[in-house]
Each structure stands twice: as C-alpha cells, then as structure tokens.
C-alpha cells in the first residue's frame, strides 16, 4: 500500500524557534510538493522538488529531498505567527499514473 | 487568468439527491483532478483525467462519477448523496501529464449531505 506519513501530526511552537517537518513516503518517486493550507482555504504550493539532493528555500521555510531515504522534510527557522497553516506534502507517482499521494498533514500553530 | 474555478461554493444536500460540482481551468492545463478532504485529514483522490479525453479512478471514487467535458471543463457527479459524503471537494489541475510538475487546486465546493 502507498503510503505518505508526515509527523508530527501537531505543532505548537514559540515564535523565533526553529523545527523540522518530516515526510516519509514508501513508494518510488522522485519528485516532491509541499503545500501550505490556511484554514477554510485552498491549498498553496510552496515547494517543488525535482529530483534527489534538491533543496529549496523561501523565506523562513528550506525544503529538501533525500529520494534514496524517501524522506523530504521542510525546516522553518525563526517561526514566526504568520506560518500558523498546516503543511502537506505530495509525492508524484512515478508508474506513469500521473497522480499525487498526498501526506496528512501538519497542523502548525505558532505561538506569539 | 482566473485560474481554476469551482461552483458552487457551498451545497446543502438531503440524502438521497443528486447534484454536479463544476471545475474549470483557464491555464491550457492537460490533467485535472477532483479531491476531497474530511476534517482534520489530508486530500483523497476521487478521480482525475490525465488529458482531455481520459479519466481515472483515483483512492475514493465510489459515489461518484466524473466527466472531462472538454480541455477546460472536468465535473464531478453524486447520484445519490450520503451523509458520508460531506466534505470538502477541491478539483486542481496541473500542465501534464508531462511534465510533472505542481498541481493548482481552485477555492473550493462545501458539501454537506444530511
């Protein structure tokens, strides 16, 4: 079964501090998204991830890709209270289905 | 360039009745794809079209039938709502199927069936 795992499920964190958002997924691909979904809202994509090694920053937020490991993971420095959303990340299906798994989800909340 | 745009935004269903969500993209995108999403949890796929002509069972697409009426157009149908059908449906739509890059979801349609 395909599988997309984020954790945590939950973040609360204080504004200035740093931490990581893992996404483990169990099935070849070697491309990547991350969203960002405001609450009531769409979702916004932040970052696209095209191949192993990849890393790419916006801000307060670094994304990156390890295909070998199946692991992407996006880091946010100095959070500050405008990044309260909730953080998906997608892999793209590589057996030609064209189609997204998509993770979880991250709830982030931070904290003034 | 509006993007990619759902109607309605909002749907009271009893159960039992049928409706048809809308989606429509302005960006030449070739694949389109109807999502839904419970709350609290991630997005399931229903059902998607890789390009004009063709369409796909996605994880969830029992329920539901879709339609890709044209290159611009791909509408989701509900026979015969359920309550387990409230939801949020979002439909996206991304350049592909190559290359395989970011999908664009539209605003939006809450469903909900009592």
């Known amino acids: 079964e395909l599988k997309v795992e984020q954790n945590p499920l939950f973040l609360s964190m204080q504004e200035g501090k740093n931490y990581t958002i893992y996404c483990n997924y169990s099935t070849t691909s070697d491309r990547l998204y991350w969203y960002r979904q405001d609450p009531g809202k769409s979702l916004e994509s932040l970052f696209v991830?095209?191949?192993?090694?990849a890393v790419k920053q916006e801000g307060r937020l670094m994304a990156s890709l390890d295909t070998k490991a199946r692991l992407s993971t996006l880091h946010i420095t100095a959070a500050v209270h405008d990044l309260s959303a909730t953080y998906f990340c997608a892999v793209d299906i590589t057996s030609g289905t064209y189609k997204y798994i998509f993770g979880t989800g991250t709830r982030l909340k931070v904290l003034a | 360039n509006a993007g990619v745009t759902q109607t309605p935004k909002f749907q009271v269903l009893k159960t039992g009745q049928s409706m048809t969500l809308q989606c429509a993209q302005d960006m030449n995108h070739n694949s389109m794809y109807w999502y839904r999403q419970d709350p609290g949890m991630g997005l399931r796929l229903i059902y998607y079209s890789a390009s004009e002509g063709t369409t796909d069972k996605g994880e969830v697409p029992n329920g539901y039938n879709v339609s890709r009426l044209n290159k611009r157009e791909f509408s989701l149908r509900l026979e015969s709502a359920a309550p387990s059908q409230t939801s949020v449906y979002f439909c996206?739509?991304?350049?592909?199927?190559?290359?395989?890059?970011?999908?664009?979801f539209g605003p939006g349609t809450r469903l909900t069936v009592l």
């Open positions: 991830l095209l191949s192993n090694g």
């Open positions: 996206a739509s991304r350049p592909g199927p190559q290359p395989r890059n970011e999908q664009f």
